[in-house]
């Protein structure tokens, strides 16, 4: 197998509101060293592929599946996993209307929602459904989690 | 995980990145331009390519740049195609880069990386083939500007160490009436059966096509068949058929014959919405 350079490199990168540094390897995977350096284990590894977006967290307060992120594309960015919306208003709203089953795609279908009002705050039906294709519920809560985003951006 | 190392660079300057390129490949390194990493870090994660150097385009100024300059619009090959469709500059680019993935995955996916990835179908690329766009390409020997359809050949036929800089389009094709069809097995993402984008220019349809053979086209010989109105429609679309440049695609979003069936009815719907403009 070829391997050219293990050497680490330095990241520093905001990780809900901390800053964080660390060492890590060019080929590491962004879902990974939040999961296992970081103990940020809510973002869910689905297909690692791109595909269920159940490894959804916000850069920059933007939707990216972490699964198709390095590391170190992340240097000097802000990043916020599920452990950063605790208890905040989606995550009320997604337990209000108990949009989920099992509950492994639920952070991911969170952490879109909150980039989707963090880009779009009075986003239309075509918008929320454009948003919400990029995450897959196995367990199919698509009317429950379709009630509760429809509640979050319902004007109160 | 990605089961191997390899060094990472993230030069500012084009002049960097070619050079870059060009000291790494003397070390037998294998480098790659990395744009949105999409493809690379799903290519490496199941072993089916190891670079040993990425360089990473991102920082370079003139790939991140989308606007109008003397009538052309630019596109910087690292504007990432959620971008592109938010600032909507060319509405059939916007409306072909959101069929592509999903919305969360286009905020990754770059134009550059649509074009020059080595999947079947990079669907952003028929609207700058319809719309004979210029590309900006760089290399050891400098800038260099040339048609679409000079470098973009079934795919981009960069020389080794080049890279896609920008795209260069006309400001005269933006506005032009356009279609654009994705048809797919099922659902509103995922890979093509039939891609049809067409622009309408002084009443002749110009098409071109991904998910049909291999290779995303555009043909001229197709065109003209489609644009000859003496003859029935249903008969311009078996002689365009006919005129296909390469075998149908057959595989697990559909058979060929299947693809050959919706090819037909995309073909039709896209002539007669057209011809109506
Ligand atoms: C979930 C998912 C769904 C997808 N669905 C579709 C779809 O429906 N239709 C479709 O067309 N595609 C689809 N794709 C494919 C995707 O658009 C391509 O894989 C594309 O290459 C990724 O762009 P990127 O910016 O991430 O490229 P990267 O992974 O960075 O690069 C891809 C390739 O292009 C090269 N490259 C990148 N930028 C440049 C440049 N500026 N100059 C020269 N070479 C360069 C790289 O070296 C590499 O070989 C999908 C991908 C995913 C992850
Ligand atoms: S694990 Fe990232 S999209 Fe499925
Ligand atoms: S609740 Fe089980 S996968 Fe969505």
Known sequence: ?156 | MIPFDFEYYKPSSVHMAVELFQLLQNQGKKPVYYAGGTEIITWARTNSIQPGAVINLNSIPECSVMGIQKDKLVIGACVTLSALSEANPFPLLSQTAQGVADQTARNKITLGGNICGKIYYREAVLPLLLANSRMIIAGIHGIREVSIHQVFLQQLRLENGEFLVQTFTDQYYLSLPFVHYKKRQIGNVGYPLVTVAALKQDNQIHTAYSGVCSFPFRSIEIDQVLNSSSIPLAARIEQAISKLPGSIIHNTEGSAPYRKFVLKQTMADTIHILERR
């Open chain 1, 1 to 156: 197998m070829s391997s050219y350079n293990s050497a680490l490199y330095p990241v520093e990168m905001e990780i809900n509101s901390e800053v964080q540094t660390i060492r890590i390897r060019a080929a590491d995977i962004l879902l990974y060293t939040l999961r296992d350096k970081f103990g940020l284990t809510g973002s869910k590894s689905g297909c690692d592929n791109g595909d269920c977006g159940s490894c959804t967290i916000l850069v920059n307060r933007q939707p990216m599946k972490s699964c198709l992120m390095l590391t170190i594309e992340a240097d000097g960015k802000q990043i916020t996993t599920i452990e950063g919306l605790m208890n905040s208003q989606v995550q009320n709203i997604f337990a209000q209307h108990q949009a989920f089953q099992c509950g492994y795609c639920t952070p991911g279908f969170i952490m879109n929602c909150e980039g989707l009002r963090n880009v779009h705050p009075i986003a239309d039906e075509e918008t929320i459904r454009v948003w919400l294709e990029s995450n897959i519920c196995r367990c199919t809560s698509y009317e429950e989690i379709h009630h509760a985003v429809k509640d979050i951006f319902t004007p109160k």
